[in-house]
């Protein structure tokens, strides 16, 4: 593959990378503008970057911050376009990614790094939780700067469901019970539905630890698309069709046409609520095997002509002023990567009782249910096969 240069100076040598204090790099960062590129689909993240993320970087470090739109594959084509270019400069300074993206960037040495042992509110963090130190089984290393931390959920109306199915063996015999009433989406959510069953086949995370397995890959998931095409027949619209993305899922379950849905974000469901979207009877849970558990990242193009202001906009995300209010389900709903027990006392007991939290489940009860994320390549197995071998027939 490409290796992504820095084209004219390596990492190291570039502002705002390695050999400059804290203290330089604020300095260094005070009047740039730092162009951040993330998903934007999502109003109130939107208002929270507006409202306070933008103000809060100018005033404790005199960046500016301005927001684009991309995410994915979007970002590394355009780094790759870069590069083949021979453009010096980035026109990115900071990207928020996920798994598959990071995995992409660092195959392609397109990041900056290490960086995020240098940033003072890092302290704050336990990189040895595998939930944040791994990013879809590849160490972190540096290379991100976790900005926050979800769980899988299943939200179900309690109005109209009085006992929810909580194992797989439940759940085929609730949908064939209730025809019509249950669907996933065939996105991002619904695939990371289909990891959770794809371990429970397997008899626990355990058994797909590491990387792909070709053959653990074809064992599992023939017994995955067996059970999904024994009940499709049950499932919304006779599963002859599914939701394109979650939105279509909460659309679906908030007009009453199905009894469930889900979020990757186990306190969106008081989010939802809050805005109106779902009902006050929805009530958020995870299955008896468990769900997977994921942080999400911001990432430095290695190449960035604002690296010394990217990282102080790093360093205000993941300041406990910055994550609390992140945390508000009014606000955000998102969880937090900063370890309660590291933080000062004052901050530990505002984030361990973020108010507005009713509906969803408190985190330290599902703990013990989360699943870390596999290898990428069974995200990528799991989406191409499941419309060959669910979708399409």
Not at 24 to 46: E, K
Not at 52 to 76: C, H, M, R, W
Not at 254 to 275: R, W, Y
Request: charged letters at 20%; hydrophobic letters at 35%.
């Amino acid at each position: 593959m490409l290796a992504l240069a820095s084209c004219g100076k390596k990492a190291s040598e570039r502002p705002g990378a390695a050999g400059l204090s804290w203290d330089q790099v604020v300095a260094q960062a005070r009047g740039q503008t730092v162009t951040l590129v993330m998903w934007q689909g999502d109003p109130l993240i939107n208002k929270y970057m507006q409202s306070f993320v933008v103000p809060g970087v100018e005033k404790e470090y005199g960046v500016t911050l301005k927001i684009a739109s991309g995410q994915g594959n979007d970002l590394v084509s355009t780094l790759m376009t870069e590069h083949e270019a021979g453009k010096a400069e980035s026109a990115y300074d900071l990207m928020w990614i996920n798994g598959e993206t990071f995995y992409q960037l660092r195959q392609l040495d397109g990041l900056l790094g290490p960086f995020t042992d240098r940033l003072p509110n890092s302290k704050f963090i336990d990189f040895q939780n595998p939930f944040i130190g791994y990013d879809f089984r590849q160490q972190v290393n540096g290379y991100e700067c976790p900005w926050g931390n979800v769980q899988l959920t299943i939200i179900y109306d309690s109005a109209r469901v009085q006992d929810p199915p909580r194992t797989r063996e439940q759940l085929a015999a609730w949908v064939k019970a209730h025809p019509g009433r249950f669907t996933l989406d065939s996105s991002f959510t619904g695939l990371t539905f289909l990891k959770c069953l794809l371990y429970d086949f397997a008899g626990g995370a355990k058994e797909l630890e590491g990387s792909f397995d070709e053959s653990k890959y074809d064992k599992y998931s023939a017994q995955l698309w067996a059970y999904l095409n024994g009940i499709k027949q049950y499932f919304w619209k006779a599963g002859k069709t599914f939701p394109e993305g979650v939105a279509q899922l909460h659309q679906l379950y908030a007009s009453g046409e199905i009894d469930f849905t889900m979020s990757n974000n186990d306190g969106e469901v008081d989010s939802k609520i809050l805005q109106g979207i779902l009902p006050e009877t929805s009530r958020a849970y995870v299955l008896d095997a468990g769900t997977i558990q994921n942080s999400h990242y911001m990432g430095i193009p290695k190449n960035s002509a604002h690296a010394a202001a990217a990282m102080t906009v790093c360093n205000f995300l993941i300041s406990p002023e910055a994550q609390y209010e992140k945390a508000r389900p009014s606000v955000w709903g998102d969880g937090t990567v900063l370890a309660i027990d590291k933080l000062p006392p004052a901050w530990q007991e505002r984030l361990r009782h973020i108010p507005q939290r009713t509906h969803a489940p408190q985190r330290a009860e599902i703990q013990a249910k989360a699943l870390p994320e596999p290898a990428s390549k069974y995200m990528i197995r799991l989406n191409e096969d499941f419309r060959k071998q669910v979708l399409e027939k």
